[in-house]
């Protein structure tokens, strides 16, 4: 079965500093990650991937993540956060084999970010 | 068109009564999906239709019943529902013949914020 983890409920950062939501995974295979984002009372908004290829992705918003397999994370990072990236953080993994394998997501990250 | 739209955002129904979920796409994709999302929790999957043929069906209660009339719609029809059922209720889609929910983006609608009395 495959999970996904993200250690932290919340992250707190100041605007200007740069941030990291972590994202843990178990697979069974070569993954595909995903990061999306969720603002209150909003629907998920898909943030960036990883499938193949160099493992720095580059994403919407200035975000991007860095996929690790040895230490199977995926941990999203934007150099310098901003006010308005306060928001609920959803990691998720999916299994690439089969026809309807499902999209599992993390718990969430909180992040604030604060003047 | 890169939208997922969902009506109504709001519903409140109670246990006896009979509501509908509605949702709706343009982007020409061949996968949709019901979530439900209940607060500071991740979004659980419920169905997926593919090509308007239900293919995953998370053994959700059979007070929720889907439908996919045609290609853009999806409706979650709901009756006798309780209480623990409030929750958001997210539509998503995707592209892809096959694949549903692989390398494919899920796009998703702003949600249907239901309660039940």
């Known amino acids: 079965a495959q999970s996904v983890a993200q250690p932290e409920d919340q992250v707190n950062v100041a605007e200007g500093n740069p941030l990291t939501v972590k994202c843990t995974y178990s697979?069974?295979?070569?993954?595909?990650l995903f990061w999306y984002v969720q603002y209150p009372n909003r629907g998920l908004q898909f943030l960036l991937k990883?499938?193949?290829?160099?493992?720095l992705v580059k994403g919407s918003y200035g975000f991007e993540a860095e996929f690790n397999k040895s230490q199977t994370s995926f941990h999203l990072k934007k150099p310098s956060a901003l006010v308005s990236d306060s928001a609920l953080y959803f990691c998720?993994?999916?299994?690439?084999?089969?026809?309807?394998?499902?999209?599992?997501f993390g718990t969430g990250t909180r992040l604030q970010v604060t003047l | 068109d890169t939208e997922v739209t969902q009506t109504p955002k709001h519903l409140v129904m109670g246990m006896t009564n009979k509501k509908s979920l509605k949702c709706e796409q343009h982007?020409?994709?061949?996968?949709m999906y019901w979530y439900k999302q209940k607060a500071k929790k991740p979004p659980e999957l419920m169905f997926v239709?593919?090509?308007?043929?239900?293919?995953i069906n998370e053994s959700v209660p059979s007070r929720f019943s889907p439908e996919c009339p045609n290609s853009s719609l999806l409706n979650l029809h709901l009756h006798a529902l309780q209480p623990e059922d409030s929750a958001l209720y997210l539509c998503?889609?995707?592209?892809?013949?096959?694949?549903?929910?692989?390398?494919?983006?899920?796009?998703f609608g702003a949600g249907s914020r239901l309660t039940v009395l």
């Open positions: 998503a889609s995707s592209q892809g013949p096959r694949d549903y929910s692989g390398a494919n983006v899920l796009t």
């Open positions: 697979v069974s295979g070569n993954p595909y």
């Open positions: 990883y499938i193949t290829g160099d493992n």
């Open positions: 998720a993994v999916r299994a690439p084999t089969g026809t309807a394998s499902k999209l599992t």
């Open positions: 982007m020409g994709h061949r996968a």
């Open positions: 239709y593919s090509y308007e043929k239900l293919s």
